[in-house]
């Protein structure tokens, strides 16, 4: 199985609200709400932020929101922080019963 | 608190074996599904393997079926990721991670350890 396609990079301005997106098909991403996502900060282990498409776990900032359209899955990050620059990963369940991962997005605050 | 501690990580030969372990602490660990994740240095994360919560089902990654093997001891709190015909590519940080959520494989890894180091060269 190929993994879940992310932009490799994504910037925006302090402030700001930037989108990644998540591109699976209907063997994945498409068929089930069990859509997760990471944040990766260099020499860091990553730190869960989405799990279940949308739901934001206890102590990550309301500025993380997640959504699913189709095959695709967005995570959102609302006023842009300079902490927020890291790599974000998305992963998703799959028919097969494994875990399929994206290729990763790198984050930059201008 | 809440704390996974890899160990076992080292340089290895290629065609060697290696067994890497993951000491659970601070939280029920006979409750919770586990995972394996890797990372290749400056690539993006790859998922190995996944055991539950008892031992009873396992799921591998399309890449790794037939030379990675996960297991738990629910008694000691720890769980193993044995790695066998080692080759270049399995060059990686691997990281344990617990999982929780309702899908067969606990999808969401809510708590990470950091990580353990694994060079396979001659």
């Known amino acids: 199985q190929s993994a879940l396609t992310q932009p490799a990079s994504v910037s925006g301005s302090l402030g700001q609200a930037i989108t990644i997106s998540c591109t699976g098909s209907t063997s994945d991403v498409g068929v089930n709400k069990y859509v997760s996502w990471y944040q990766q900060h260099p020499g860091s282990a990553p730190k869960l932020v989405i799990s279940d498409v949308s739901n934001r776990p206890s102590g990550v900032s309301s500025r993380f929101s997640g959504s699913k359209s189709g095959n695709t899955a967005s995570l959102t990050i609302a006023g842009l922080q300079t902490e927020d620059e890291a790599d974000y990963y998305c992963t998703s369940h799959t028919r097969s019963n494994t875990l399929l991962v994206g290729g990763g997005t790198k984050v930059t605050v201008l | 608190q809440v704390q996974l501690v890899e160990s076992g990580g080292g340089v290895v030969q290629p065609g060697g074996s290696l067994r890497l372990s993951c000491a659970a602490s601070?939280?029920?660990?006979?409750?919770?599904?586990m995972h394996w994740v890797r990372q290749a240095p400056g690539r993006g994360l790859e998922w190995v393997a996944v055991?539950?919560?008892?031992?009873?089902?396992?799921y591998y990654g399309d890449s790794m079926k037939g030379r990675f093997i996960i297991s738990r001891d629910n008694s000691k709190n720890t769980l193993f990721l044995e790695i066998n015909s080692l080759r270049g590519e399995d060059t990686s940080v691997y990281y344990c991670?617990?999982?929780?959520?309702?899908?067969?494989?606990?999808?969401?890894?809510?708590?990470w350890g950091q990580g353990t180091m694994v060079t396979v060269s001659s």
């Open positions: 991670a617990r999982g929780f959520g309702s899908s067969v494989v606990h999808d969401a890894l809510d708590v």
């Open positions: 055991i539950w919560f008892d031992g009873s089902q396992k």
């Open positions: 601070g939280f029920t660990f006979r409750s919770y599904g």
